[in-house]
């Protein structure tokens, strides 16, 4: 299969060309303007489109109704509808919950999908929680917290489908903790956290190498105290999540952390919910009830608890936020989080690669989405 008239995202830039697909990957790509007279019948002109990697999801919660941390069993289900989005891969996100429902997301996953699966891949859990401070708990259980234990990460390994954890490096035994996820090869992320900057910057010199949702249930950024939040901003080495949603940071502040980290170090998290793509109503996320409306999710009491975004949506808004270029922003969904995981076969349009792959009109809607070189989403006309 040729893929033909596309400005192909290669290299940082866009550059009119064509993609060959073969046995599941990405077989040449070629930088030039496609011949009518070879496009051929298994041809599939963009007619000028976008033609980006396919994006990679780190932090969400479920969606189409369903809530991972509930019903485990649901992660499919949601992976099936995830690329009218342009996920292609994704880490389901269990909160803070009794170990049980760990355990029955990771069999989820061993097991594997249902024969002819079409879906975005849920390449490993994101476990956030239950290593989590109470005292910035947003919307996750306080029952369910506890203090890090080595002796209750002996399952917490990347054959098990745990890739990456989030937890509060303050907590007693966190750093103890934080050295043998990093040993096993999981990401650490520190968020939900009353850390200090010192206290932050001993974890991440431990082994952290991401910050969760960035200045949502972290301690606040002072001039006196910066916090867990001045620590992630002013190591080099560590990457950090944002929702762009316009209600869980301010769009200034997405632009300032723009303007500190740029694309190598940002990943856009949609962090988003069971009510993702539902109408307006009442919704169970976890233990809490959760009041949807048509563009954001809160607790009862007024709490902000993920979001109802799609992942091109928070494409869109972080380029209209910081300002910055289509090239600048696509790899905040592509290659960031790609080399975030370690993933050497996505995030990038080469040869070789899986040919996962995103067809974004001018306005950066889904127009087709590509898995293993098969269309598994169409955006109807």
């Given at each position: 299969?040729?893929?033909?008239?596309?400005?192909?995202f290669?290299?940082?830039?866009?550059?009119?060309?064509?993609?060959?697909?073969?046995?599941?990957?990405?077989?040449?790509?070629?930088?030039?303007?496609s011949?009518?007279?070879?496009?051929?019948?298994g041809?599939?002109?963009?007619?000028?489109?976008?033609?980006?990697?396919?994006?990679?999801?780190?932090?969400?919660n479920?969606?189409?109704?369903?809530?991972?941390?509930?019903?485990?069993?649901?992660?499919?289900?949601?992976?099936?509808?995830?690329?009218?989005?342009g996920?292609?891969?994704f880490?389901?996100?269990?909160?803070?919950?009794?170990?049980?429902?760990i355990?029955?997301a990771?069999e989820?996953?061993?097991?594997?999908?249902?024969?002819?699966?079409?879906?975005?891949?849920?390449?490993?859990?994101?476990?956030?929680?239950?290593?989590?401070?109470?005292?910035?708990?947003?919307?996750?259980?306080?029952?369910?917290?506890?203090?890090?234990?080595?002796d209750?990460?002996?399952?917490?390994?990347?054959e098990?489908?745990?890739?990456?954890?989030?937890?509060?490096?303050?907590?007693?035994n966190?750093?103890?903790?934080?050295?043998?996820l990093s040993?096993?090869?999981?990401?650490?992320?520190a968020?939900?956290?009353?850390?200090?900057?010192?206290?932050?910057?001993?974890?991440?010199?431990?082994?952290?190498?991401?910050?969760?949702?960035?200045?949502?249930?972290?301690?606040?950024?002072?001039h006196?105290?910066?916090?867990?939040?001045?620590?992630?901003?002013?190591?080099?080495?560590?990457?950090?999540g944002?929702i762009?949603?316009?209600?869980?940071?301010h769009?200034?502040i997405?632009?300032?952390?723009?303007?500190?980290?740029?694309?190598?170090?940002?990943?856009?998290?949609t962090?988003?919910?069971?009510g993702?793509?539902?109408?307006?109503?009442?919704?169970?996320?976890?233990?809490?009830?959760?009041?949807?409306?048509e563009q954001?999710?809160?607790?009862?009491?007024?709490?902000?608890?993920g979001?109802?975004?799609?992942?091109?949506?928070?494409?869109?808004?972080?380029?209209?936020?910081?300002?910055?270029?289509?090239?600048?922003?696509?790899?905040?969904?592509?290659?960031?989080?790609?080399?975030?995981?370690?993933?050497?076969?996505?995030?990038?349009?080469?040869?070789?690669?899986i040919?996962?792959?995103?067809e974004?009109?001018?306005?950066?809607?889904v127009?087709?989405?590509?898995?293993?070189?098969?269309?598994?989403?169409?955006?109807?006309?």
């Open positions: 299969m040729r893929i033909v008239n596309a400005r192909i290669n290299q940082d830039k866009f550059r009119m060309g064509e993609v060959e697909i073969e046995n599941e990957v990405i077989r040449s790509v070629g930088f030039y303007k011949d009518p007279k070879r496009l051929g019948s041809s599939i002109d963009l007619g000028g489109n976008y033609l980006v990697p396919g994006f990679i999801e780190l932090q969400i479920g969606g189409f109704g369903k809530d991972f941390t509930s019903s485990p069993k649901s992660i499919w289900e949601v992976a099936r509808k995830l690329p009218r989005y996920v292609t891969t880490l389901p996100t269990i909160i803070t919950s009794p170990y049980e429902k355990f029955e990771q989820i996953l061993a097991k594997g999908p249902e024969k002819y699966f079409i879906g975005a891949e849920p390449l490993g859990l994101h476990l956030e929680g239950p290593f989590l401070n109470p005292k910035k708990k947003g919307t996750h259980s306080k029952a369910f917290m506890k203090n890090p234990s080595i209750e990460i002996d399952n917490w390994r990347l098990k489908k745990i890739r990456l954890v989030t937890l509060a490096p303050e907590l007693p966190a750093i103890k903790v934080i050295k043998e040993r096993r090869g999981i990401v650490i992320g968020g939900h956290s009353y850390a200090t900057y010192d206290e932050a910057l001993i974890g991440i010199e431990a082994g952290i190498t991401y910050g969760t949702h960035i200045f949502n249930a972290q301690t606040p950024m002072n006196r105290e910066p916090g867990l939040p001045g620590a992630l901003l002013m190591h080099s080495n560590v990457t950090v944002i762009p949603d316009g209600f869980h940071v769009p200034a997405v632009n300032l952390v723009w303007k500190l980290k740029g694309h190598e170090k940002i990943t856009l998290v962090d988003a919910i069971v993702l793509a539902m109408p307006p109503g009442n919704y169970t996320f976890g233990d809490f009830k959760i009041i949807v409306n954001i999710a809160r607790k009862p009491d007024g709490t902000i608890s979001s109802i975004l799609g992942e091109n949506e928070a494409l869109k808004n972080f380029v209209d936020f910081t300002k910055c270029s289509i090239d600048d922003a696509i790899p905040t969904l592509t290659s960031t989080p790609a080399k975030l995981l370690g993933l050497e076969n996505k995030g990038y349009i080469k040869d070789g690669y040919a996962d792959l995103v974004l009109d001018g306005h950066l809607e127009v087709k989405t590509f898995i293993s070189g098969k269309i598994a989403f169409l955006k109807e006309k």
